[in-house]
T-cell receptor, first 114, second 113 residues
Framework: GAGVSQSPSNKVTEKGKDVELRCDPISGHTALYWYRQRLGQGLEFLIYFQGNSAPDKSGLPSDRFSAERTGESVSTLTIQRTQQEDSAVYLC????????????FGSGTRLTVV | GQQLNQSPQSMFIQEGEDVSMNCTSSSIFNTWLWYKQDPGEGPVLLIALYKAGELTSNGRLTAQFGITRKDSFLNISASIPSDVGIYFCAGQEFNQAGTALIFGKGTTLSVSS
């Protein structure tokens, strides 16, 4: 597609449930990034994919968080046993050639854990 | 990990005024970028800087890559209501090719007409 697409745009879930967030990057973009943005805060790096591999997972806050990418395209961020502190906007970005050209962001998934 | 210090945290200005915000790091960066985020949207790239001392303009926006490679600033001239939003600096540390961008905490700009 023309831009980075994320779904769902909003998700309300009960504490303890698992959630899956999806990102469709721009076609041909080899790099894909996940960031978390808590209310009124900056962007917190979670994980980065180059192709289908994740050379940097250093930002994943706990083992409840995991992500995968298939076909050098779609990526899924999974949060297991959600907690209230997981409530945030989860932003996905893609780029062609790493950081040199900046990232194109999706509109994000707003996750609310109640 | 590396933190970027972005200031001011928020600004309230009148339409037509000029705005300046800046970002500093504790280590050398080889890339500085400035993004704007509108409510409910993802950040959008405004300006990218790749060389120390580089000064780049995009319409009413001007950004500079500091000579020390540890800072950058963004100026907005003659602000208009649609400039409202959150502005983020971002960068990549020197010798950290292949790592993700680090973002500042943002400057929230409010413009009254």
């Amino acid at each position: 597609g023309a831009g980075v697409s994320q779904s769902p745009s909003n998700k309300v879930t009960e504490k303890g449930k698992d959630v899956e967030l999806r990102c469709d990057p721009i076609s041909g973009h080899t790099a894909l990034y996940w960031y978390r943005q808590r209310l009124g805060q900056g962007l917190e790096f979670l994980i980065y994919f180059q192709g289908n591999s994740a050379p940097d997972k250093s930002g994943l806050p706990s083992d409840r968080f995991s992500a995968e990418r298939t076909g050098e395209s779609v990526s899924t961020l999974t949060i297991q046993r959600t907690q209230q502190e997981d409530s945030a906007v989860y932003l996905c970005a893609s780029s062609f050639g790493g950081t040199l050209y900046g990232y194109t962001f999706g509109s994000g998934t707003r996750l609310t854990v109640v | 990990g590396q933190q970027l210090n972005q200031s001011p945290q928020s600004m309230f200005i009148q339409e037509g005024e000029d705005v300046s915000m800046n970002c500093t790091s504790s280590s050398i960066f080889n890339t500085w970028l400035w993004y704007k985020q509108d409510p409910g949207e993802g950040p959008v790239l405004l300006i990218a800087l790749y060389k120390a001392g580089e000064l780049t303009s995009n319409g009413r926006l001007t950004a500079q890559f500091g000579i020390t490679r540890k800072d950058s600033f963004l100026n907005i001239s003659a602000s208009i209501p649609s400039d409202v939003g959150i502005y983020f600096c971002a960068g990549q540390e020197f010798n950290q090719a292949g790592t993700a961008l680090i973002f500042g905490k943002g400057t929230t700009l409010s413009v009254s007409s």
